[in-house]
């Protein structure tokens, strides 16, 4: 009802955290991206990950996000199976990368 697309990440102590709460997929996509400007280490690895339940269209406007923002990445898409998706619910949305911390 609220349209909250909470961000998640996995913290140093390999704990789930809710790192934002923004409403809408468009400004989770752009928190989703400020996150990667800020942390993704390309020298380690171009290779891109994105995720997602059965939101295959979401997914591919992230993945087209991530290409024109960054270049040099080389993202992939792939679907989400049925143990994250039942965590996780349908039309998530995921992005992996090598990132500078941990």
């Not at 400007?37 to 991530?66: E, Q």
């Not at 679907?79 to 998530?92: E, F, L, N, R, Y």
Request: with cysteine; glycine share 8%; aromatic share 6%.
């Amino acid at each position: 009802m609220l349209n909250i697309k909470p961000l998640l990440r996995v913290d140093d102590g390999g704990k789930l955290q809710v790192m934002k709460k923004p409403r809408g997929r468009k400004k989770a996509v752009a928190e989703l991206i400020a996150c990667m400007k800020r942390t993704w280490a390309p020298d380690i690895s171009p290779f891109i990950a994105v995720g997602h339940s059965d939101n295959y269209d979401a997914a591919l406007m992230l993945a087209d996000a991530v290409a024109r923002q960054f270049p040099q990445a080389d993202p992939h898409m792939a679907d989400i199976g049925p143990v994250i998706g039942a965590h996780t619910g349908p039309s998530m949305l995921a992005l992996a990368y090598w990132g500078k911390n941990r």
